[in-house]
Antibody
Framework: QVQLVESGGGLVKPGGSLRLSCAAS????????MTWIRQTPRKGLEWVSY????????FYADSVKGRFTISRDNAKNLLYLQMNSLRVDDTAVYYC?????????WGQGTLVTVSS | AIQMTQSPSSLSASVGDRVTISCRAS??????LGWYQQKPGKAPKLLIY???SLQNGVPSRFSGSGSGTDFTLTISSLQPEDFATYYC?????????FGQGTKLEIK
């Protein structure tokens, strides 16, 4: 069955960097668009970034543009989110999700805490 | 960005009740809307896509309707496992945007 497993979250100081990974299995990863979505108690669910199946098309939310970079390795079935210049308000649970007609599979999430 | 206004923000209901949750888009989004259910500590789960199509494995008591700017999620007969938070999401234009959620609680 489809499985998405995020990793790489943790505690980081403002201005720091983290790289999140999402390991995919149970489906042909290279056939699907992938996305990162984050959630905070205050702001709810927020779409962060999208990458097409080949990686040729990428979009970002304005709140992370210029600081975050999404990428994928189809040979390794891995999705990444490189997060630089982290801010306190980037603190959230980050989910990766697979998109077909909608976000039909999600990982369990990884917590990123940005705090001094 | 398209704004999604979801109502109500919370709702108390009893097992067996019929409930409806609404979502309004700030501009037309055709039928590019999904509904998701989230339980505490878990990732959201897709219930409805393309406004009215039931995701595989989701009970038929869930249904969606609407097009353009106004959408509705209906649960025909609430079951104990349905008490959760529900979100709409528009995937018509980037940035994709979620409603603020409806927390469905037991009366």
């Amino acid at each position: 069955q489809v499985q998405l497993v995020e990793s790489g979250g943790g505690l980081v100081k403002p201005g720091g960097s983290l790289r999140l990974s999402c390991a995919a299995s149970g489906f042909t990863f290279s056939d699907y668009y992938m996305t990162w979505i984050r959630q905070t108690p205050r702001k709810g669910l927020e779409w962060v970034s999208y990458i097409s199946s080949t990686g040729s098309t990428i979009f970002y939310a304005d709140s992370v543009k210029g600081r975050f970079t999404i990428s994928r390795d189809n040979a390794k079935n891995l999705l990444y989110l490189q997060m630089n210049s982290l801010r306190v308000d980037d603190t959230a649970v980050y989910y990766c999700a697979k998109k077909w007609l909608a976000f039909d599979s999600w990982g369990q999430g990884t917590l990123v805490t940005v705090s001094s | 960005a398209i704004q999604m206004t979801q109502s109500p923000s919370s709702l108390s209901a009893s097992v067996g009740d019929r409930v409806t949750i609404s979502c309004r888009a700030s501009q037309g989004i055709r039928n590019d809307l999904g509904w998701y259910q989230q339980k505490p500590g878990k990732a959201p789960k897709l219930l409805i896509y393309a406004a009215s199509s039931l995701q595989n494995g989701v009970p038929s008591r869930f249904s969606g309707s609407g097009s353009g700017t106004d959408f509705t999620l209906t649960i025909s007969s609430l079951q104990p496992e349905d008490f959760a938070t529900y979100y709409c999401l528009q995937d018509h234009n980037y940035p994709y945007t979620f409603g603020q959620g409806t927390k469905l609680e037991i009366k």
